[in-house]
């Protein structure tokens, strides 16, 4: 029997004959477990403490303003902000017997200045107030700060007294890289060069082994976090650590100094408090010597002639810790300046300690990593209490039943089961349908005991194909039969690439809509460019006009093929189910354009229910009806009562809301006319506004064909009065939702397109993010400015530092000219992050749009935004 055979903790029989004085050596790696195992089940337990302690610490900011609306963040007003020494005054008169010893201001708007005040006999330090940033008013206290605080006081000293509690925290930290690194150690595959080995648990593993397998993956996962924690933990902790690593940086750190002791006085002698300095000097000396600032920390004290500290943070900082410094008079004098560009490398590299400990250094994505590694500290302690738990329970057994050592060992490590492969279920989504489709049935090949691999076409390359031999393909088009955004840089590659895949057996439900000529295009080409590398369809591709949920349901007969289960129902829309609407105003925004009328309707929630909450770029679909005009033309024409009942509506209500019939074709009746109708498809626009704005406002341009007015928008912008009532709901739009994080965002429209547009930048000024670009196009300035007051509002107040208005017939050319003109702003923001909108005609201008990208970043760059969704388009 090899060793590797033994269940978990047991010991091999000893020879009969073995000597006495025999000594039965470890290995390293049993020295390395044992060690493991005592750490994780001794320190262990503080560590969870620690870690769920730190998870909190880490959005400590955003909860605290989630629990305190309107105190740390006001609305902006348009009003000056108050200099630094306005709120230290302020702060004086609200706190006249207080020492203000700090002061803290922010460049963003609404931002609420923050002071610092002298700690009160007893107190090891003061506390701090918000003052409102325009009117000067004391803020209210933040509720759950206290709390924090002792959070904080638990992560980093244990409760203890500081001086005792950082050794024991520093050794716990260290006690987690131990861990760590002997997991690391203690896993480590045979097949070590399989990234799937280190990052996938496999889901077929039942009891012991998919403990084993989920604690170490995880591990895997969680590793750098931990090494991250553990080294800047230490850092702080340990005293000969730190001293080490700031020589290393070059930085020597001045001693701290002994509380003064006040100064002897005679009894009765009242003590005379030194007139308070004025900031005004030095910060006018500051701003003028610190362009593009976001924060500014002011220190000071009373004393005559003391100097004014400024510590304060660019706008372009590299992290939130960036700092640079100022040493001003109170004259005003620039008595030191040290910019943070100008530290040394090391005491730069200093400054990143922090921010690498709570993840602000990557941004949210960093957060979120380290508060998820935090929170996973309690999951290795029961994975790893379950482990040792159930070892110490099998070592018993082999030590009592020898004779059965064959059975346990069996029992402990099952012999590989003749596993199913999975079944990749990949999805091209614009929308979001084709996702929850993929979704839906990966979940009926699981219910039925085939697992399943759920990934975004984005995340495939071709190569990737071939390592399944089952694949399912759930593809939307886009525009004219094109590939969803995401999706267009696999297309390529699956085009271009002589990659064969004759072991592929594959299936594709294609999702379009029947009303553009292409219909299903991408599903088709991609079921046809599947098939001419070699692959095996396992049953027709099977098409849905529109979400058809017949469609829908052969697909799921057809996946019986494979052993799934019947497929769930489709859950519920994922929008808002539909409502009660009121037209309740429309206004002509460009009187003698040559280009049709352009109107803003808002459509305001019915009665009394509440309007539902939207993100911005969401769709509103709306049930038109035909005019009354137009009705009753058929109806003339047919030889039909339009008054005639039929259910519970009349036979021109009906009409109103159907498809008309043929009118040369003689119905025997109303009802029977009615039995053929069908209902309106209905029409979908992008919402121009946010739920705070209290109505959902549309852009919609008249169209007009040789019949007269468009259904649509002749209906909402001429037949419908003003107060008519209409059912339509919103939806979400996951290709054009705003972006997660504060980077800088393009915005590129043209006409109706300002809509989809303006609801995103609505958003970002009511968030305070300044980083906006507006490229938009129309015919004339001088009748369509479209907007015109309210992107100037923004563009005045910092919001829209790059504005581009296009008017073609002025001859200024199109959106895309502009853009290839600013070729190079264009690159600068891309390399700082920025998200691309494109909002407006699929003909004309998002094409022109499109081919300017790939002409100024390259294709491959184009295609790689698009897969990662820096690049967003919603065009019609």
Known sequence: MKRDSLPAGATPAAPLHRPLRRLVLPTWKQVWFQLHWFIGITAGTVLVVIGLSGALLVFKEEMLDLANPGVRHVPVQNAPVLAPQQVAQAVRAAHPERRVTSVIVYSAPGAAARAGLAALPGQPRGESVYVHPYAGTIQPELVGEAAFEWIEFLHRWLLLERETGKPVTGTLALCLLGLALSGLYLRWPRNAGNWRTWLTVDTRLRGRSFLWALHAVAGTWALLAYMVFTLTGAYWAFDAVRDTVDGWAGVKRPPREAPAKPAARTPGQKRDRPAPVDLAPAWNTFTANAPGWQMAFLRFTDKPNAPVQVAWLAADAPHPRARSAMTIAPDGTLAKNEPYAAKSAGARALTTIYPLHIGTYFGLPGQVAMMLASLALPGFAVTGWMLYLKRRRQARAARAERARLQAIDGAAHPPAASALEPVLVAYASQTGQAERLALRTAAALRASGTPADVRAVATLTPADLAGYRDALFVASSYGEGEPPDGARRFARQLAGRDVRLPALQYAVLALGDSAYPQFCGFGRALDGRLAELGGTRLFAPVEVDNGDEAAVARWSSALACLGAAPLAAAPANAGEPWQAWTLAQRTLLNPGSLGAPLYEVRLAAHGQAPAPAWLPGALVEIQVRHADAVVQAWLAQAGLDGRAVVGRDTLAALLAASELPDAGHRFASAGACAAVLKPLAPRRYSVASLPSDGAVELLVRQVRHEQGLGLASGWLTAHAAPGTALRARLLENPGFAPVDADVPCIFIGNGSGLAGLRGHLRARVAAGRQRNWLL???????????????????????????????????????????????????????????????????QGMAGGVDAALADLLGHDTVELLAAEGRIRRDVY
Do not use: K, N
């Open 776 to 842: 938009f196009g129309e015919r004339q300035r001088a009748f369509d400015g479209i907007c015109a007051a309210e992107l100037g509002g923004w563009a005045a107040g910092g919001f829209l530092p790059e504005l581009d208005l296009v008017y073609s017939r002025d001859g200024e050319g199109y959106v895309q000219d502009r853009l290839r003109a600013r070729a190079a702003v264009l690159r600068a923001w891309i390399a700082d992050g920025a998200a691309v909108y494109v909002c407006g005609s699929l």
